[in-house]
């Protein structure tokens, strides 16, 4: 018998992928860049067990089992049994995978991203595999190519039409820039969203904005934010953030019919920050949107103290929630100096659900005492 457990991190793009050139592969129209947050407070984990008793393949997910040939999980593994030495013991046996996220799925949280990383890395651990597997991960989903890489990640989509140049590199590791926080604001949205799959599908079939995007402004992009991350310049990483969050959006409005992810909360957080940012007299906080309304948010940590004692008093929380979540934040009076050159008045409580606050992290880790596994030695749920 032979058992691994990972965990690995969500990644939070500041230049987006959206759109593909190649459907059954995952390739991209464009290179992206994100960063992997810290799998402390927010990952993916999974453990997978192999044994010449078992029986058959099994998948559990957050607790459900699941089929075992859907499509991505079967490319993912196959890619990846390729690559193994085809002599070793557990090649030959059925195996047993449970993968959990430690965040709630129902926030829209990139949770494919992280899972599908954890996956691979977990069969390349399982497989004793030693090179290249963003790949792999890529043919799970898209951008979890870039959660096997941990600090600042760019996913270069390549030109072979095989995708084997389709890969993430790292651009600088997660001490690179160790002031960096994120601060994820989760809407309190009850709407069903189309996937990012079928969102970004559609836009490739019907939007000619997305031409536009990928031949004139994503190279000079992520020359711009990569000058950025490499200089700690947070103001030039800021605009080109944004800018590049509302070029996604901006797309899947150009989309037909048209994909709208961010709500009434997200755009009134999208004002927020940008008056923040005139009073702060520079671009001192930054927001990305992915495919839902929470509003990721970058900025330094000498900034969190009173940015969130904003975000606190323009969005009152609801009573009863546990509201903060992650590294613990500070807790400042609200200068009213602010509240008073801003205008800011209060909305009604409870448009957010919580705060999650974290920080860039490592990439993917082995977990090797045995209590972490997930699962018990006859391969079931513990
Ligand atoms: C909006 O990786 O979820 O988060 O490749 O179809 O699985 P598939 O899509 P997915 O797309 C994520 C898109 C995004 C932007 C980004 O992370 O770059």
């Known amino acids: 018998m032979k058992v691994v457990t990972c965990v690995a991190p969500v990644n939070i793009a500041v230049i987006k992928y959206w759109g593909k050139r190649d459907e059954e592969l995952i390739l991209p129209i464009n290179d992206s860049i994100s960063a992997s947050l810290s799998t402390d407070i927010m990952c993916a984990k999974t453990t997978i067990m192999a044994s010449p008793l078992f029986k058959e393949n099994k998948f559990w997910l957050n607790g459900k089992e699941q089929t075992f040939d859907s499509p991505r999980l079967s490319n993912c593994i196959k890619a990846i049994r390729a690559r193994c030495d085809g002599a070793l013991p ?86 690179h820039w160790p002031e ?81 992810y961010m709500n009434d909360t997200s755009h009134a957080i999208v004002n927020l920050v940008h008056s923040y940012n005139e009073y702060r007299k520079g671009q001192k906080v930054a927001y990305t949107f992915d495919a839902g309304p929470n509003a990721c948010i970058y900025l330094l940590q000498s900034e969190v103290e009173q940015f969130i004692s904003v975000v606190n008093y323009v969005f009152p929380q609801l009573a009863g929630v546990e509201y903060y979540r992650g590294l613990s934040l500070p807790n400042k009076q609200l200068d009213q100096k602010i509240v008073a050159e801003l205008r800011l008045t209060p909305y009604e409580a409870g448009m957010l659900k919580y705060i999650i606050y974290t920080k860039v992290g490592a990439g993917p880790q082995e977990l090797d005492h045995p209590s972490e596994h997930l699962l018990q030695d006859n391969g079931l749920l513990k």
């Not at 790292?170 to 001490?175: E, F, G």
Request: glycine residues 6%; charged residues 20%; aromatic residues 8%.
């Open 180 to 260: 960096m926080r994120i601060i994820v604001l989760v809407v309190n949205d009850c709407r069903k969203k189309y996937s990012s799959t079928s969102g970004m599908k559609k836009t490739t079939e019907t939007s000619t904005l997305i031409q536009h995007r990928a031949k004139n402004v994503v190279d000079q992009r992520i020359k711009t934010i990569t000058k950025a991350i490499l200089n700690k310049d947070f103001e030039s990483f800021a605009e080109t953030t944004m800018k590049d969050s509302n070029q996604m959006h901006a797309i899947c409005m150009d989309t037909f019919p048209p994909c709208v």
């Open 90 to 175: 557990q090649f030959t046996w059925n195996i047993s995978i449970c993968s959990e996220n430690n965040f709630p799925t129902a926030a829209g949280l990139a949770s494919s991203a992280a899972g599908y990383a954890c996956l691979v890395y977990a069969l390349a651990q399982l497989y004793e595999i030693k090179g290249e597997i963003s790949d792999i991960a890529r043919l799970g989903s898209g951008s979890a190519c870039r959660s096997i890489y941990g600090g600042w990640v760019q996913w270069h989509k390549g030109d072979l039409p095989t995708g084997a140049d389709s890969i993430a590199t790292q651009i600088a590791p997660a001490d």
